[in-house]
């Protein structure tokens, strides 16, 4: 399973705007991406009202994960690594706020 750990730095954390923006960034992927914190279930990151309700605040760790069943053949196991490095991106820049 491609897995990504970050930090997340939009000083509102992924709550309203950023959250809305790393949720469409995550369903562009169109993959099934988790993303989890240390002591919670992961969550499905397509969706705003989980990670909205997860609590992600800003300088939160957190991992991000595609699941095996998306990966089909070799152009799918690409697309699936590279997504959670660009979602890492997306989370540790400014531009997430």
Known sequence: MPVQKAVVAAPVGLHA???AIFV???TDT????TISKAGADKVDARSLL???AADFPQGCHVELA?????LDGALG???AEEAPRDLRGLLESQGAA
């Open 17 to 19: 705007r950023s959250a």
């Open 24 to 26: 469409r960034a995550v």
């Open 30 to 33: 169109g993959l099934p991406v």
């Open 50 to 52: 989980q990670v909205m």
């Open 66 to 70: 595609v699941n095996e069943a998306a």
């Open 77 to 79: 196991r690409q697309k």
